[in-house]
């Protein structure tokens, strides 16, 4: 056999042999899960924005920023800085009065998906918040919760 | 023909060694460990490193960088890489064993098939370019040899039993040399596998299966056991 089919055999293995690895050793992380129930696109939290203040529940770090609901999407300016998520359908379900909604945002530029799961009751908001980063090497997911309330809209989305 | 005796494949060879040396070599081994393993925990403490959304870009960067230089350097002779790795999983933990392990496997394949297909000349140059004078000498005395002289060169100086046993579990003696710590005295896992390959009698795939193996139990312990570095 050439030398160079023996090397690339070699290299073939290697990879081989790294994939399987990968794939058996790399252990997924799931998203938030989010509860059952019937979610809608409702838009019931069109046109609101609302300031929160959050930490991460690993390392205690603290952050605050703008949520924003506009024509059935979702946006959060704290996410925005760091990927362009866009704006994401969000879906709703009312019970006693509470406004539960939950949306997805998928980084379209690296591995990252943030699930968002929260409650607005009023004038204040309630959530946690998975962002899971999927590398070929490894999974990291990243838990937040936070709390906030409605701030006026400017009407230019989260950017606030 | 008479040859110098090779000091290279006798360092491990404790010749002489009294029962109290050896006792001490393991106690000063145990020691170095601990003090590495508190020194990993002392920097991994003042690294206070937590992957958030603003470094996750820098965290993957440096790592892909890392795993890089990681099969670079363990893939040369002399050149104790391991300690990347154990300083990879010390400041990442458990989650980057995967990572690391595929990382040592590939690193030793290709010391493995640079010794067994590149030119000879060639890989003596190499090593005398990275100033590795040794490993150098002793692929230029093998440069001219058949391969079953290079391998009587390798193993020169052994007895003939020990000769026949090496030959019929080279791949368990192969396993053992790049699994026995401190082996970077005689060349690391990146010489051995480099002087595995240059020998000639290692079947590559067979070679890859027993470094695979040889190699797991640390990434292993660390995913399934839980085992701290």
């Known amino acids: 056999m050439p030398q160079i089919v023996q090397v690339a055999a070699i290299a073939l293995a290697t990879l081989g042999t790294g994939a399987v690895t990968m794939s058996v050793m790399n252990e997924d992380i799931p998203d938030l899960e989010v509860p059952q129930g019937p979610w809608t696109t409702s838009g019931a939290l069109d046109n609101r924005t609302f300031e929160i203040l959050g930490r991460d529940e690993n390392s205690g770090a603290v952050f605050d920023g703008h949520l924003a609901f506009r024509n059935g999407t979702f946006q959060s300016a704290d996410c925005q800085e760091y990927c362009n998520f866009g704006w994401s359908d969000y879906q709703t379900k009312e019970t006693d009065g509470v406004i539960h909604f939950t949306t997805t945002a998928v980084c379209p530029d690296a591995p990252h998906t943030v699930v968002f799961y929260g409650q607005v009751e009023g004038d204040d908001i309630a959530l946690e918040l998975t962002w899971t980063t999927r590398r070929w090497y490894w999974t990291n997911q990243i838990v937040m919760t936070a709390t906030g309330e409605v701030v006026p809209t400017n009407g230019a989305g989260a950017e606030g | ?229």
């Open chain 2, 1 to 229: 023909m008479a040859r110098e005796p090779r000091a290279e494949v006798h360092i491990l060879k404790p010749a002489g060694a009294s029962y109290g040396t050896i006792a001490l070599r393991v106690v000063v081994l145990i020691t170095i460990l601990v003090l590495v393993t508190w020194g990993a925990h002392l920097i991994r403490d003042a690294l206070n490193l937590q992957i958030r959304p603003d470094n996750e870009q820098q965290v993957h960067r440096a790592l892909m960088l890392g795993a890089v230089a990681y099969i670079g350097l363990l893939a040369l002779p002399f050149v104790p890489g391991a300690e990347i790795g154990l300083a990879m999983l010390a400041t990442f933990g458990a989650a980057i064993a995967p990572l690391i392990y595929v990382c040592t496997v590939a690193s030793m394949m290709l010391a493995f098939a640079v010794g067994r297909f590149l030119p000879i000349s060639a890989l003596e140059r190499l090593l005398s370019f990275l100033r590795m004078r040794r490993v150098a000498a002793l692929v230029s005395r093998a440069a001219p040899l058949s391969q079953d002289e290079r391998l009587e060169l390798l193993i020169d100086g052994q007895s003939k039993r020990a000769l026949s046993l090496a030959l019929r579990y080279r791949y368990f003696a192969l396993a053992l040399a790049v699994n026995t710590p401190g082996n970077s005295v005689i060349g690391g896992g990146g010489g051995i596998m480099l002087l595995a390959g240059l020998s000639g009698i290692f079947s590559p795939l067979a070679a890859l299966a027993t470094v695979a193996l040889a190699v797991s139990p640390v990434p292993l312990a660390v995913v399934f056991f839980g085992l701290q570095i």
